[in-house]
C-alpha cells in the first residue's frame, strides 16, 4: 500500500524465490503496509493465477490459508455477479465476496469480517480461517482453527519431496506477531522461526490500525 492509502497487486501462482518482480516489491520499493502470501499452491488450483492471493477489490486485499469444505456448499452463498467480482474460484474468493457484500450494505471492514466469520464458523464443520484483511486504515488479522485438521495429504502432494517450511507439520496453522521498537509490526503463519514473537490467540480477530498500529482484539 503506498503512503497515499492506495493498494496495489502482484502476483503469480510460479516459484516466488527467483522472482526479480517479488524481491523488488519486497525490498526496495516503499509501503506503509503489505500482505505477503506466499505458500504451496492447492493442486487442483495450481497455476491459475486469478486464485493465487492477495485478492483486490475496492481497495480491499485479503490473503487466507485455510480451507472451508464443502466448497460446494458454500458457493451457494454468493450470487454469479459477487463471485465474478473477485475473479477466483476458491473458497477464499467466496469468502471475500461475502466480506465485501456487508461492507456494501454498510458495515465496516472489521465488523463484515467478524459477522462472515462467525457465519462461517456456525454453518461449517471446523473451517479453518487464518485471515489478513488490508485497506487504506486497518489490517484486519482473524486466527479461527480450533478443530481443524492439518492438511497432510496437500503436503504429500505438493511436489516438494518433504521439504517443507518451518512449522508445516507441528504448528501449520499457528498465528505469531511481533511489534518494533519503532512501532512497525509483523503478523506472521508458518513457515518462520517465532522465537521470541507472541501468540495470535485462537479465535480472535485482531484490527491495527495503520495510522499508529493500535490494537483492538475480538473473540469470534
Do not use: C
Not at 488450483?45 to 469444505?69: C, K, M, R, W
Not at 517450511?165 to 513457515?191: C, E, N, P, Q, T
Request: charged share 20%; proline share 4%; no cysteine.
Amino acid at each position: 500500500m503506498s503512503r497515499g492509502g492506495r493498494l496495489e497487486r502482484y502476483r503469480t501462482p510460479h516459484e516466488g524465490a527467483d522472482d526479480p518482480h517479488l524481491t523488488e516489491v519486497l525490498t526496495v520499493r516503499p509501503t506503509v503496509a503489505r500482505i505477503t502470501h506466499l505458500r504451496m499452491a492447492t493442486h487442483w488450483t495450481v497455476d491459475l493465477t486469478e486464485n493465487s492471493h492477495p485478492f483486490l477489490a475496492d481497495n480491499i486485499a485479503l490473503a487466507h490459508n485455510g480451507s472451508i469444505h464443502p466448497i460446494e456448499r458454500l458457493r451457494e452463498y454468493v450470487t454469479t455477479a459477487e463471485a465474478e467480482r473477485i475473479d477466483g474460484t476458491t473458497d477464499t474468493a467466496i469468502m471475500f465476496a461475502l466480506i465485501l457484500r456487508r461492507v456494501g450494505q454498510g458495515d465496516t471492514l472489521f465488523d463484515a469480517t467478524i459477522a462472515t466469520v462467525r457465519m462461517l464458523r456456525a454453518d461449517f464443520d471446523h473451517p479453518g480461517i487464518n485471515l489478513l484483511v488490508l485497506n487504506a486504515e486497518e489490517m484486519i488479522v482473524v486466527h479461527a482453527t480450533s478443530g481443524t485438521p492439518i492438511p497432510y495429504k496437500n503436503f504429500d502432494t505438493s511436489g516438494t519431496g518433504g521439504e517443507l517450511s518451518l512449522d508445516h507439520k507441528d504448528h501449520y496453522y499457528r498465528m505469531s506477531w511481533l511489534r518494533f521498537d519503532h512501532g512497525a509490526m509483523i503478523v506472521s503463519s508458518s513457515g518462520l522461526d517465532h522465537r521470541g514473537w507472541s501468540l495470535v490467540e485462537q479465535n480472535t480477530a485482531m484490527r491495527l490500525t495503520v495510522a499508529d498500529g493500535s490494537e483492538t482484539v475480538v473473540g469470534v
